[in-house]
């Protein structure tokens, strides 16, 4: 689908960039090679058994990298387009079926992976997204920075089977697009995905993105959740035994309060004692869990 057939609603959508095409091929049809021997005839691949089970090869033009298996398989990574992929396959071929001699062809090329880059013109909201859109998305800040949305495609001609694509936003508005098995499936799941949650969920405050700047984001909402859940003790116990101070003297009256007082600061204590952590999952959810 290209960028007519689209009913773009938005004109400064930005338009995702290839970075990286995963190639799969074969190079023999033997049913393997001598790894050994090649590395032997050929001095620019690198082999070493002990510490990986396959030979690496690189290439300047199209800058790529070639691991090549014992079975006959090959994987090349690093392409920027599926051509260069397509072409630094057969180069890999070529070049070491010249230099060692050994009866190579190459055959069954096929894209495993694309990884696509973008970068929204605005900031974004994740928590937003997170709550709003319906689907596959995961967001824990705790643990990653960014949210994860994923999308399965549908089989299709270009893909025999079901795949699933995985899109992965920042707050300050950059995005990865990973898991395509072409660049039309890479273009139509993020289309679909900004037109319908991140244009909506821009971000009105710029809360930056950097791992002290989520520290504290983190300190604050712990340290919210600690004086709404110590309110709301203080409250409890206050409220529940006010009715205790209603036809008494105002000596008694004074003594009482400060009983209550003393009460819930006790409350307080023993609830800080008893907790373990605060399992800030969201700003607005605060879910205590006690220590056994």
């Known amino acids: 689908m290209s960028k007519r057939q689209h009913s773009y609603l938005y004109d400064d959508m930005p338009i995702p960039t290839l970075q990286n095409n995963v190639a799969t091929f074969c190079m023999s049809r033997k049913g393997g090679i001598n790894l050994q021997r090649m ?16 030979g690496i090869l690189k290439l300047d033009n199209p800058k790529t990298t070639c691991l090549c298996f014992a079975s006959g398989k090959g994987v090349c990574t690093g392409a920027k387009t ?10 890999y071929v070529s070049i070491l079926r010249s230099v060692t001699g050994e009866d190579l062809e190459f055959s069954d090329f096929r894209i495993e992976n694309i990884v696509a880059a973008v970068s929204c013109p605005f900031k974004l909201d994740l928590v937003a997204i997170a709550r709003n859109v319906s689907g596959r998305v995961s967001y824990e800040p705790n643990l990653f920075p960014g949210l994860i949305y994923r999308v399965t495609t549908d089989v299709t001609a270009q ?29 139509d799941v993020w289309v679909n995905f900004y037109e319908s949650a991140l244009v909506h969920h821009k971000a009105s405050v710029n809360h930056g993105s950097s791992g002290k700047c989520r520290v504290a984001q983190h300190h604050d909402i712990s340290r919210e959740s600690n004086s709404w859940f110590m309110q709301q003790i ?5 409220l529940r035994d006010k009715s205790v101070l209603l036809n008494k003297s105002d000596t008694m009256q004074l003594h009482m309060s400060k009983s209550l007082e003393f009460l819930a600061v006790e409350s307080m204590l023993s609830y800080v004692r008893d907790t373990a952590r605060i399992d800030a999952e969201s700003p607005y959810t605060f879910v205590p869990t006690v220590a056994k």
Do not use: W, Y
């Open 39 to 54: 590395a032997a005839r050929a001095p620019f691949m690198q082999f070493n058994p002990k510490r990986f089970a396959a």
């Open 82 to 91: 599926e051509t260069d992929a397509r072409t630094a396959s057969l180069q």
């Open 159 to 187: 893909s025999r089977k079901a795949h699933t694509l995985v899109v992965i936003c920042f707050e300050s508005g950059g995005c990865v697009v990973t898991g395509g098995k072409h660049r039309q499936e890479i273009l």
């Open 234 to 238: 203080a409250n409890t116990v206050t």
